[in-house]
């Protein structure tokens, strides 16, 4: 796999197997250059990320890791074009982002993201008709092709409320997945999930991207998650969320569970999730 690794980010694993760094950098294809983000209700400013820099490469999975309410969800919307920096800038292939578009798709937590009056293969097919463009017959062979690829061929006739939470979350991931957006936003896709079906998501995930070479956002809590779908980790501090640090994590997979430089890496973010925040905010 050709991935770019982080130049100042140290590796969380010995470096035995890194891949040569290229010479020439390519230009990042989504670029958080000092982003803060806030909320504003009457009498209040909520600041949920401060100054963001982060730099996500062309098929990169690149996770945010932090704890709850240290802004990650924030920093996905404002990629995601719903929340526009008080400072700073976001742009996706050198394009600023100023709303919503079909470029970046969005797969969140919940089983409820689907409308619920339509069938598994109208999921998915609808915001190719709507977003893309495509025509009936188009959008519904692409539906079907991406339908197959998650596993869902049997249900694509089914309702959502027929579904498991793990198949929703195939048919949100599918649904997204149709539309073959530049940067694929995930925001805890599988938190809600049993820990045997969270698992065999992150192993069909892993699949999906070496097939697609997709670039992911990916947002999660948990570390472990963090250091098997990512080959990148960006750590955030607690509210409001910075950068704390960024690590090159892609010679791990679902295989290096319990291994123990797994469990030495788990150990160091871990470490240093929990450290005092010498960055506290003041404002
Ligand atoms: N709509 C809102 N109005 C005001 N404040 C908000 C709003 N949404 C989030 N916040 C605040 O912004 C901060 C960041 O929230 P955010 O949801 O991005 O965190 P998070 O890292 O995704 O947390 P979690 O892991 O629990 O999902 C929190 O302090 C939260 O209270
Ligand atoms: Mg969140």
Redesign the pocket.
Same mark, same amino acid.
């Given at each position: 796999m050709t991935l770019v690794i982080a130049r100042d980010a140290p590796a969380l694993a010995p470096s035995r197997a890194l891949p040569e760094a290229p010479r020439a950098l390519p230009d990042p294809l989504l670029r958080i250059a000092g982003v803060s983000l806030e909320?504003r !209700?009457p009498g209040r400013v &909520?600041r949920?990320a401060h100054r963001i820099d982060l730099d996500v490469y062309e098929a990169d999975r690149f996770v945010l890791l932090? =704890?709850?309410?240290?802004?990650?969800? !924030? $920093?996905l919307k404002a990629v995601a074009g719903f929340i526009a920096p008080v400072e700073g800038e976001i742009t996706l292939a050198g394009v600023p982002v100023r709303k919503p578009g079909p470029d970046r798709i969005v797969v969140f937590q919940e089983f409820d993201q689907l409308p619920p009056w339509k069938t598994v293969v109208e999921n998915v097919a609808f915001p190719l008709r709507a977003a893309r463009g495509l025509g009936r017959r188009e959008a519904l062979e692409r539906a079907r092709a991406t339908i197959d690829k998650v596993g869902l061929t049997a249900f694509a006739g089914s309702y959502p409320h027929q579904l498991s939470g793990g198949m929703k979350q195939r048919v949100a991931i599918a649904r997204a997945l149709a539309m073959q957006p530049k940067v694929l936003l995930m925001?805890?896709p599988f938190a809600a999930l049993d820990a045997l079906t969270r698992r065999k998501m992150q192993e069909e995930l892993l699949a999906l991207w070496d097939e697609a070479r997709m670039t992911l956002l990916f &947002?999660t809590?948990s570390i472990e998650e963090a250091l098997v779908i990512g080959n990148r980790v960006a750590l $955030?501090s607690p509210? =409001?969320?910075r950068v704390r640090g960024e690590y090159n994590c892609h010679e791990f997979d679902l295989s290096s569970l319990g291994s123990r430089t797994f469990q030495a890496a788990v150990q160091r973010l871990h470490d240093r999730l929990f450290e005092p925040a010498p960055e506290a905010f003041a404002r």
């Open positions: 909320y !209700t &909520v949920a932090g =704890p709850s309410g240290c802004g990650k969800s !924030t $920093l925001d805890e &947002v809590h $955030l509210h =409001p969320g």
